[in-house]
């Protein structure tokens, strides 16, 4: 609840209230009786509102009109005390806002009457005011008689009424604008825009206005009105109006609510068409008048300028342009071009003053500034406004130093003024004295051609505060102080830079971010420049694009008013500060241009700031020609063109230096201000921070750093620092202490200028390089013909930038270092050794720079560092050639570990020194080679060694004490090379190399130092070998051979064992090259080498050594010669002293070390395991045989059985996954790889020469067959290589490695090299059977053994071919074995082998591995024909000799044959494919052999009988066994036939039972046991329960089979009396009526049953009659 609404303040105003209306009825008792009742009554109704409502105030204001009227009848008697009281009663009302618009009314007709009558004035303002601001219900005629009130109150004669009223009326009208602010506020989101005012000139048509806006625009109509002496319309009763009050009026209202004009169209149009017009005419007395054209005073203020009205309307326009320049784009035109007027030189001085105020106020503003150029200075056919406005202010600012201050006539630019200031006169005399004389200046001022100008203190930096333009109290024209003008136009000057470069770049900076994030998010291919131009374009918004031109048209427009302008002040000015505001200026917009692409603009502020460092007129060809083309250039005001005023030669600067002129004929001597050190100082700074937008202008700026560092008699020092030093020639530079104090600081900011030309881009860099070396070749030129100190500055500065940018050294390195070498070659000395200085300085700095990459991974960037040093041998100047070999041995000490590629350039400096240059240069080379051999040689690439020997030789021609020198270059430098080598190889970085700098491109297989410096130990540890093998005959004789041969299979060992498969397979070259030393042998002592073996040739060292090394190296003592007779083509001669066993025993000692640490499974496995390639493993293993050579005689079973485990290891190393495409065959080819050739070869090797060896080395041949059968074994168990997980090759993921995943490993087929193997074992088996060594060590049953592996899982095989190759070797081996074995059957070498045959043949007979369901029968017939081979091999190899044979063993053989006899039948098989898959034909083979060996007809010895016997237990249990299943089969088929093989294997049993029974009738019988019998009767009943069978086949077979049984029909003694041979007969008939029977197919089952019980019937009395007999 607010102040006046809370019930205490009600209470409180109804209290009042009544004490008011008491009062007033007190007062007005005697005089007034009519005010006295309406107060009593009054008291009364305020007493009924306050009982009757609520809401009191409410009540209050709706009876507003009957509550006021007793006051208002009390003003109305003009009583002062009675007055003031109804006054104060009325505002306390107006305070509560409880007054009505009808009582507001009557309130305000009342005050009028009041003032009319001229009573309480001040009271009736101070109600006026607070009725107006306490509520808004006084609207229209009433508002405009409250302020027409106001107004008239404003023009009465009393001061404080009149200034009361002016106050009252500002704020008034202030309070009507604020209610317009209000009620937008209020109706912002429910009332629509205005409807536009279309071509409206009805100045009451503000129908669409609210009542508040409507009041606004009714009042400043009349303020425009009466501004321009016109009646109003709405502020009716107003009598008179000054014009200065009313434009300080519109001046506030346009200043306060500049929001209402824009928001309104409306206002708007009064903008345009009153304010606008009304502004113009005011202004015609100030455009037309001229100073001196009228001297007449007239009374009219039209007809001069009048300051009160010019100043206002000044202020008027001012906040036009400002708020509303958007909408009077052409009037603000006219408004600036008036302004540009005033400027003029014939205006008067106060009408300057102001409007360079106005103009400062419109400096500040830049995006007004920016603005202006938009809309006039782009636009066709229009006034040039932003362009004028810069050229008015620096023809304003000429015009002060040309025109008198006061005067009447105009002065041409060329006359000086005189002095028109009183006061000042004493200080025009001094500036001359003040600026000699040391002492600073009294007072900042500009000085130019003997007119002074203090400089004022006017405004602070940025903002336009004005003086004459805020005496709105002023009358009378005030009086300018002298340099007021000037400063302000100064600092127009000073804030229009400031405000447009700040806003250009700041603009910029955000273009070129967009820019930026657009390049980085869209990359698009490579164009040409045409189409990168128009993708630029086309990407770029309309926006950028107007923005740039707006830029470039902004700084065209104001570059050349304010180049001159500057250049004048900078002249003219006698203050530091002054000076330094000038020069910041001037560097700004130098900058800004270089910005901008704006290189004439650019190159001509930089110019001006050059001019202004020199000494004046200072002939500098660079800068006069760059003068010579501004001068002719001039810009124009409104059309009229103004000259370039060029600078005065006068010169009131303190003078700090005095040195003599850079030329090549110096004339006298020149001075340098203190301002010249300044605008030094500023120039460096331009070049420090803004060196990127330089381009072509470093030529200006260097020129003139150049001549200002000679003329201070700085001199270059180390790394290209200029420090103070005296001058070679001439007067000595004479220094004041205060610049002797600065040189230390411009030296360093000399240095940092250049150290920050790191930060620049590459094309700047390039600009400031061509810059640099231009000066140099100019230098160079004044310094030809005479010896003078030259100039050092361009020379020393190439240095200093080329050492702060070795980041990206390769982009300027040429041409700096092609200009240094054409500067190496200068006449002039002093010329000649800085070039040569800063040459190898760079060179140094290069080389222990740390780039990136660094030099070991960039060669190209290393040689590039290197050549320019190689380059100076072109040179024959002694103290150049001095200085490049200072520079090697500098580099050698700092840098020679590193050299790498670069040793042929540095080694090739030190070989170009010739013997006629002098001893000290000799010295010096030699110095440099020293170092090589004593400390580089094992760092160098092997192939640089001959380098240095021609480098050395060279040497050896200059004097005898060098040639001895050169002796400490022995053998034993190669192995330190080789250990330096090794050492840096093994500990060499492994981190990637990215691709050099420029176009540098790294090949995978070098983009590590571990890589490339395995390359440096490839070459060397080669080269080192190549030596032993080609010199051989000249190093043996040396008395330590034998050490070095064995360091040199030290190195080998160790890089054979190295984990870089690069490494390691050229470490085993290296060893295959120096097995090639062998003795010379004459063609018939060559041995027989197998043609299998690929063992090296034995060679002649000569022939090979010129290839090797490439050149004949020739001696003069007899080394060379025996050197270059082997070089020749005779043949050396045969000697035995080449062959030495210790030698080659030493190598086979690293042989074999090497292979069992390569072959040695890892303990641990992870990805960084490290498994040796294939490659590696061949040439390991392919040694072998050619070092075999050379050990065989002594080569021990020890030896083979370590030969053995490093050959089985190599076979088991798996290969990785990703390389075993380019190793492998795929699985199914039968081809091995060439190391497993390699592994035979060796063995093959072996053994040949063991079987022409003696008969100690016969015992090898076990150990040879174990090594085989080990890897003939690898068919079915592949070979294990530690814990490392293998894949089987077919699953091995090819190709799909992931990057750092482990890499997997994968087995090898190993069933070709196993197959090969058996095959050889086979064929040395048949050749070694019966050696002593073979039989003793059991090698028949290892064979066999082995074999079993195979022949047990026959199809389980991983390949067919396995298990078939097996059966064919083991019949092989067995047909030549069985032989051997029976002939030592007595020794017991054998025993353990019979069983291991026997589980053998079981294994593979009866294999529990089932067919492959794809097997074909044609295939199944060829495996069953395998089967029946080795069943044949049985009965023609083993069974014929039995007695030979352990009885355990036939057992076995016989119940494999039984077995084999029945047919098994497979699930498997399809019904159509039974009778082929029964292996029918094995089974007959098995049955056949055992009925062989049971005809007992052939029995001759004991162990005849017993094989027979046990033949005849095992047929006839299988004969039984058939005929049960077959008789079960038969009764469980019913009708169904039988399968065909099973009636086949009936046929074939009932055959053989009736041979067998024939057989043993014809036995004699003591041959056959009681047992034999019994089993051959008990048949019988068999026999017969086959009768029934419905195969006619069959039955044939079984009467075939009955009827030997009829010779065991002898009937027993009769003991009941029938005759036996009757009772025999009958039997015989029974017999014959069975078989009878039999020979028919009988259908009848009830036939059939009597049958077989009569048969039985004839079995039982046969078994009687059998039994009888044979008790009998």
């Known amino acids: 609840m607010s102040g006046t609404s809370s019930p205490e303040a009600v209470k409180k105003l109804l209290e009042n209230m009544q004490g008011d209306l008491r009062g007033l009825s007190l007062e007005c008792r005697k005089k007034f009786p009519p005010v006295k009742e309406a107060a009593e009554s009054g008291i009364i109704k305020v007493k009924t509102i306050a009982a009757r409502n609520t809401d009191i105030l409410a009540a209050l204001k709706e009876n507003s009109s009957e509550v006021v009227q007793p006051f208002l009848m009390g003003c109305g008697t003009k009583e002062p005390k009675i007055t003031q009281l109804c006054l104060a009663a009325i505002q306390r009302l107006m305070s509560h806002e409880v007054v009505s618009e009808a009582a507001a009314g009557n309130i305000i007709n009342m005050l009028w009457q009041l003032m009319e009558n001229s009573l309480e004035e001040l009271k009736l303002l101070q109600t006026v005011l607070v009725l107006l601001t306490t509520n808004t219900v006084v609207h229209d005629e009433a508002l405009s008689k409250a302020i027409v009130l106001c107004f008239r109150l404003h023009f009465t004669k009393d001061n404080i009424t009149n200034n009361t009223a002016a106050a009252t009326v500002r704020q008034v009208v202030t309070v009507v604008f604020e209610r317009v602010v209000a009620e937008d506020e209020q109706y912002k989101d429910t009332i629509d825009q205005p409807v536009a005012v279309q071509g409206n000139s009805n100045r009451r048509s503000v129908s669409t206005l609210k009542p508040c806006a409507k009041d606004a625009y009714m009042l400043f109509q009349d303020l425009c009105q009466l501004v321009n002496a016109d009646a109003p319309y709405w502020l009716v009763g107003m009598t008179e109006m000054t014009r200065t009050f009313g434009l300080e009026l519109l001046e506030s209202v346009l200043n306060d609510f500049p929001q209402v004009f824009l928001q309104h169209q409306e206002f708007s149009f009064l903008l345009k068409e009153r304010v606008c017009p009304l502004v113009i005419k005011l202004f015609s007395p100030n455009i037309k008048f001229r100073q001196g054209s009228s001297t007449s005073s007239s009374p009219a203020p039209v007809e001069k300028p009048y300051f009160p009205i010019c100043m206002r309307l000044l202020r008027v326009v001012s906040v036009l342009i400002k708020q509303f320049y958007s909408l009077l784009v052409t009037e603000c035109e006219i408004f600036l071009s008036l302004l540009v007027k005033f400027l003029d030189a014939d205006k008067p001085q106060w009408l300057r003053a102001v409007a360079v105020e106005s103009i400062h106020r419109l400096c500040v503003q830049p995006q007004l500034l920016r603005s202006f150029c938009q809309s006039y200075d782009m636009k066709q056919h229009s006034t040039k406004v932003f362009r004028d406005i810069v050229n008015a202010l620096g023809s304003f600012i000429q015009s002060l130093f040309l025109v008198p201050s006061t005067g009447n006539t105009s002065v041409m630019p060329n006359q000086t003024g005189s002095n028109a200031s009183g006061n000042t006169g004493s200080a025009q005399t001094n500036p001359g004295v003040l600026g000699m004389g040391g002492g600073a200046t009294v007072l900042p001022a500009f000085e130019y051609r003997g007119t002074w100008i203090p400089i004022l203190n006017v405004t602070v930096q940025g903002s336009a505060k004005a003086t004459y333009l805020e005496m709105l109290d002023k009358v009378e024209p005030p009086t300018i102080p002298e340099g007021y003008a000037m400063s302000v136009a100064f600092h127009c000057l000073l804030d229009l830079v400031r405000g447009i470069t700040t806003m250009i770049e700041g603009e910029l900076g955000e273009a070129e971010t967009v820019s930026q994030s657009t390049t980085e998010t869209t990359s698009l291919p490579a164009q040409s420049s045409e189409q990168q131009d128009l993708q630029s374009v086309s990407d770029q918004t309309e926006k950028e694009l107007v923005n740039r031109a707006v830029w470039e048209e902004m700084v065209n427009a104001c570059w050349c008013g304010l180049l001159a302008a500057l250049s004048l002040l900078l002249d003219a000015s006698t203050d530091e500060a002054a000076t330094e505001n000038i020069l910041k200026a001037e560097l700004t917009m130098a900058a800004l241009c270089g910005r901008l692409g704006l290189v004439t603009s650019r190159d001509a502020f930089i110019t001006a700031i050059c001019k202004g460092s020199l000494p004046p007129h200072y002939a500098l060809t660079v800068l006069n020609n760059t003068t010579a083309a501004l001068s002719s250039k001039s810009y124009s005001i409104q059309g009229q063109n103004v000259q370039m005023i060029s600078p005065s030669s006068e010169s009131h600067q303190q003078v700090v230096a005095v040195g003599q002129p850079l030329a090549l004929q110096p004339q006298g001597t020149v001075m340098l201000t203190s301002k010249n050190i300044q605008c030094m100082r500023t120039l460096l700074n331009l070049a420090h921070c803004h060196g990127a937008v330089l381009g072509t202008?470093?030529?200006?700026?260097?020129?003139?750093?150049?001549?200002?560092?000679?003329?201070?008699?700085?001199?270059?020092?180390?790394?290209?620092?200029?420090?103070?030093?005296?001058?070679?020639?001439?007067?000595?530079?004479?220094?004041?202490?205060?610049?002797?104090?600065?040189?230390?600081?411009?030296?360093?900011?000399?240095?940092?200028?250049?150290?920050?030309?790191?930060?620049?881009?590459?094309?700047?860099?390039?600009?400031?390089?061509?810059?640099?070396?231009?000066?140099?070749?100019?230098?160079?030129?004044?310094?030809?013909?005479?010896?003078?100190?030259?100039?050092?500055?361009?020379?020393?500065?190439?240095?200093?930038?080329?050492?702060?940018?070795?980041?990206?050294?390769?982009?300027?390195?040429?041409?700096?270092?092609?200009?240094?070498?054409?500067?190496?070659?200068?006449?002039?000395?002093?010329?000649?050794?800085?070039?040569?200085?800063?040459?190898?300085?760079?060179?140094?700095?290069?080389?222990?720079?740390?780039?990136?990459?660094?030099?070991?991974?960039?060669?190209?960037?290393q040689l590039l560092l290197l050549n320019p040093l190689k380059e100076l041998s072109n040179i024959s100047h002694p103290d150049?050639?001095?200085?490049?070999?200072?520079?090697?041995?500098?580099?050698?000490?700092?840098?020679?570990?590193?050299?790498?590629?670069?040793?042929?350039?540095?080694?090739?400096?030190?070989?170009?020194?010739?013997?006629?240059?002098?001893?000290?240069?000799?010295?010096?080379?030699?110095?440099?080679?020293?170092?090589?051999?004593?400390?580089?040689?094992?760092?160098?690439?092997?192939?640089?060694?001959?380098?240095?020997?021609?480098?050395?030789?060279?040497?050896?021609?200059?004097?005898?004490?060098?040639?001895?020198?050169?002796?400490?270059?022995?053998?034993?430098?190669?192995?330190?090379?080789?250990?330096?080598?090794?050492?840096?190889?093994?500990?060499?970085?492994?981190?990637?190399?990215?691709?050099?700098?420029?176009?540098?491109?790294?090949?995978?297989?070098?983009?590590?130092?571990?890589?490339?410096?395995?390359?440096?130990?490839?070459?060397?540890?080669?080269?080192?070998?190549?030596?032993?093998?080609?010199?051989?005959?000249?190093?043996?004789?040396?008395?330590?051979?034998?050490?070095?041969?064995?360091?040199?299979?030290?190195?080998?060992?160790?890089?054979?064992?190295?984990?870089?498969?690069?490494?390691?397979?050229?470490?085993?070259?290296?060893?295959?090259?120096?097995?090639?030393?062998?003795?010379?042998?004459?063609?018939?002592?060559?041995?027989?080498?197998?043609?299998?073996?690929?063992?090296?040739?034995?060679?002649?060292?000569?022939?090979?050594?010129?290839?090797?090394?490439?050149?004949?190296?020739?001696?003069?003592?007899?080394?060379?010669?025996?050197?270059?007779?082997?070089?020749?083509?005779?043949?050396?001669?045969?000697?035995?002293?080449?062959?030495?066993?210790?030698?080659?025993?030493?190598?086979?000692?690293?042989?074999?070390?090497?292979?069992?640490?390569?072959?040695?499974?890892?303990?641990?496995?992870?990805?960084?395991?490290?498994?040796?390639?294939?490659?590696?493993?061949?040439?390991?293993?392919?040694i072998f045989p050619a070092l075999y050579q050379h050990i065989k005689t002594g080569f021990s079973m020890d030896d083979l059985q370590k030969l053995g485990v490093i050959l089985h290891g190599a076979v088991s190393v798996p290969i990785s996954s990703d390389a075993s495409p380019f190793i492998l065959p795929s699985y199914t080819e039968a081809v091995l790889t060439s190391l497993q050739e390699a592994v035979l070869t060796a063995l093959d090797v072996l053994q040949k020469a063991i079987c022409v060896g003696s008969e100690s080395m016969q015992i090898m041949y076990p150990a040879i067959f174990?090594?085989?059968?080990?890897?003939?074994?690898?068919?079915?168990?592949?070979?294990?290589?530690?814990?490392?997980?293998?894949?089987?090759?077919?699953?091995?993921?090819?190709?799909?490695?992931?990057?750092?995943?482990?890499?997997?490993?994968?087995?090898?087929?190993?069933?070709?090299?196993?197959?090969?193997?058996?095959?050889?074992?086979?064929?040395?088996?048949?050749?070694?059977?019966?050696?002593?060594?073979?039989?003793?060590?059991?090698?028949?049953?290892?064979?066999?053994?082995?074999?079993?592996?195979?022949?047990?899982?026959?199809?389980?095989?991983?390949?067919?071919?396995?298990?078939?190759?097996?059966?064919?070797?083991?019949?092989?081996?067995?047909?030549?074995?069985?032989?051997?074995?029976?002939?030592?059957?007595?020794?017991?070498?054998?025993?353990?082998?019979?069983?291991?045959?026997?589980?053998?043949?079981?294994?593979?007979?009866?294999?529990?591995?089932?067919?492959?369901?794809?097997?074909?029968?044609?295939?199944?017939?060829?495996?069953?024909?395998?089967?029946?081979?080795?069943?044949?091999?049985?009965?023609?190899?083993?069974?014929?000799?039995?007695?030979?044979?352990?009885?355990?063993?036939?057992?076995?053989?016989?119940?494999?044959?039984?077995?084999?006899?029945?047919?098994?039948?497979?699930?498997?098989?399809?019904?159509?494919?039974?009778?082929?898959?029964?292996?029918?034909?094995?089974?007959?083979?098995?049955?056949?052999?055992?009925?062989?060996?049971?005809?007992?007809?052939?029995?001759?010895?004991?162990?005849?009988?017993?094989?027979?016997?046990?033949?005849?237990?095992?047929?006839?249990?299988?004969?039984?066994?058939?005929?049960?299943?077959?008789?079960?089969?038969?009764?469980?088929?019913?009708?169904?036939?039988?399968?065909?093989?099973?009636?086949?294997?009936?046929?074939?049993?009932?055959?053989?039972?009736?041979?067998?029974?024939?057989?043993?009738?014809?036995?004699?019988?003591?041959?056959?046991?009681?047992?034999?019998?019994?089993?051959?009767?008990?048949?019988?009943?068999?026999?017969?329960?086959?009768?029934?069978?419905?195969?006619?086949?069959?039955?044939?077979?079984?009467?075939?089979?009955?009827?030997?049984?009829?010779?065991?029909?002898?009937?027993?003694?009769?003991?009941?009396?029938?005759?036996?041979?009757?009772?025999?007969?009958?039997?015989?008939?029974?017999?014959?009526?069975?078989?009878?029977?039999?020979?028919?197919?009988?259908?009848?089952?009830?036939?059939?049953?009597?049958?077989?019980?009569?048969?039985?019937?004839?079995?039982?009395?046969?078994?009687?009659?059998?039994?009888?007999?044979?008790?009998?």
């Not at 620049?760 to 070749?777: E, G, Q």
């Not at 270092?817 to 000649?832: I, K």
């Not at 390949?1359 to 051997?1380: C, D, Q, R, Y």
């Not at 041979?1555 to 019998?1573: F, G, M, R, Y």
């Open 697 to 861: 202008s470093w030529q200006l700026v260097l020129a003139t750093l150049q001549h200002l560092v000679w003329i201070l008699g700085l001199k270059p020092g180390v790394g290209g620092a200029l420090k103070p030093g005296r001058a070679v020639e001439g007067p000595s530079t004479v220094l004041t202490t205060a610049v002797m104090t600065d040189l230390p600081v411009i030296s360093n900011i000399l240095s940092r200028l250049f150290e920050s030309s790191q930060y620049l881009d590459d094309v700047s860099l390039h600009h400031l390089i061509n810059a640099l070396c231009s000066l140099s070749l100019e230098a160079m030129d004044m310094a030809y013909g005479n010896n003078k100190e030259p100039s050092l500055f361009a020379v020393a500065k190439l240095l200093e930038t080329g050492l702060v940018n070795m980041h990206r050294i390769e982009i300027l390195w040429r041409p700096l270092t092609g200009h240094l070498l054409e500067v190496c070659q200068h006449p002039n000395s002093r010329m000649r050794e800085w070039g040569a200085e800063a040459l190898t300085s760079l060179i140094k700095a290069g080389l222990t720079f740390s780039h990136d990459p660094p030099l070991s991974q960039n060669q190209r960037l």
């Open 880 to 1182: 150049i050639r001095i200085k490049q070999l200072e520079c090697v041995l500098q580099i050698l000490q700092s840098q020679g570990d590193s050299l790498g590629p670069g040793w042929p350039l540095v080694l090739g400096v030190m070989g170009a020194i010739r013997s006629d240059q002098g001893e000290s240069l000799i010295r010096t080379a030699f110095q440099c080679l020293q170092l090589v051999v004593t400390d580089f040689l094992p760092t160098m690439p092997c192939t640089c060694l001959q380098i240095v020997v021609e480098v050395a030789g060279s040497f050896g021609l200059h004097n005898q004490e060098l040639n001895i020198s050169l002796t400490s270059i022995g053998l034993l430098v190669l192995f330190h090379l080789l250990d330096r080598v090794r050492e840096s190889s093994t500990t060499a970085d492994k981190e990637k190399i990215e691709s050099g700098g420029g176009n540098i491109l790294i090949h995978h297989s070098r983009d590590t130092a571990e890589k490339q410096w395995a390359e440096t130990w490839v070459l060397t540890l080669a080269g080192v070998a190549r030596i032993f093998n080609t010199r051989r005959y000249l190093l043996q004789p040396l008395g330590d051979f034998s050490q070095a041969w064995d360091v040199l299979l030290d190195h080998i060992q160790s890089a054979a064992l190295s984990k870089n498969n690069e490494v390691s397979l050229a470490a085993l070259k290296s060893f295959q090259e120096i097995l090639q030393i062998v003795s010379p042998v004459r063609d018939s002592e060559k041995p027989d080498t197998p043609p299998a073996i690929n063992v090296s040739v034995p060679v002649v060292v000569g022939t090979t050594t010129a290839t090797s090394l490439g050149r004949s190296f020739m001696r003069t003592d007899s080394i060379g010669e025996r050197i270059g007779r082997y070089n020749g083509s005779e043949p050396p001669v045969i000697t035995d002293e080449i062959e030495d066993l210790n030698l080659w025993w030493a190598a086979w000692n690293s042989w074999y070390r090497i292979g069992s640490e390569s072959t040695r499974p890892p303990i641990t496995c992870d990805k960084l395991t490290f498994i040796p390639s294939q490659p590696f493993l061949t040439a390991l293993i392919q």
């Open 1266 to 1672: 174990d090594q085989l059968l080990a890897f003939v074994e690898f068919s079915c168990k592949p070979p294990q290589y530690g814990q490392l997980e293998t894949k089987h090759i077919a699953n091995a993921k090819y190709n799909q490695i992931q990057l750092f995943a482990p890499a997997e490993w994968v087995a090898l087929n190993y069933v070709p090299f196993a197959e090969r193997s058996l095959e050889v074992v086979v064929d040395l088996y048949q050749k070694t059977a019966c050696h002593k060594a073979v039989v003793t060590e059991k090698v028949l049953q290892n064979v066999i053994k082995t074999l079993r592996i195979p022949l047990s899982l026959k199809y389980s095989c991983p390949s067919e071919s396995t298990w078939k190759l097996a059966v064919s070797s083991l019949l092989k081996v067995l047909s030549i074995g069985l032989p051997v074995a029976r002939q030592h059957a007595s020794s017991g070498k054998f025993d353990s082998m019979w069983p291991e045959l026997a589980n053998t043949f079981e294994d593979f007979l009866f294999t529990k591995s089932t067919p492959p369901d794809n097997l074909s029968i044609q295939e199944f017939q060829k495996n069953e024909s395998i089967d029946v081979e080795v069943v044949q091999l049985i009965s023609t190899e083993i069974l014929p000799y039995a007695n030979f044979i352990p009885k355990e063993f036939v057992g076995q053989i016989m119940t494999m044959l039984n077995k084999g006899s029945i047919h098994s039948q497979s699930s498997s098989f399809t019904e159509a494919e039974i009778d082929i898959r029964m292996r029918e034909e094995f089974s007959k083979v098995c049955f056949e052999t055992l009925l062989q060996f049971s005809f007992s007809n052939k029995v001759t010895t004991p162990q005849e009988g017993y094989i027979s016997r046990m033949a005849l237990s095992v047929l006839l249990k299988r004969s039984q066994d058939v005929l049960h299943r077959y008789i079960e089969d038969e009764r469980l088929s019913g009708k169904c036939p039988l399968p065909r093989q099973q009636v086949t294997e009936i046929i074939f049993v009932l055959k053989a039972i009736s041979t067998l029974i024939d057989s043993l009738k014809k036995t004699q019988p003591e041959n056959v046991d009681a047992n034999t019998w019994a089993q051959v009767i008990a048949l019988y009943p068999t026999l017969v329960e086959c009768i029934t069978c419905s195969s006619s086949e069959v039955c044939s077979a079984l009467k075939e089979a009955l009827v030997p049984f009829k010779d065991f029909m002898h009937p027993p003694a009769s003991k009941r009396g029938l005759p036996i041979e009757k009772i025999r007969k009958k039997i015989l008939v029974s017999q014959v009526s069975v078989w009878h029977l039999c020979s028919f197919v009988i259908e009848d089952p009830d036939l059939q049953a009597g049958i077989i019980i009569a048969a039985l019937c004839v079995q039982n009395i046969c078994l009687r009659l059998g039994m009888s007999l044979h008790d009998q």
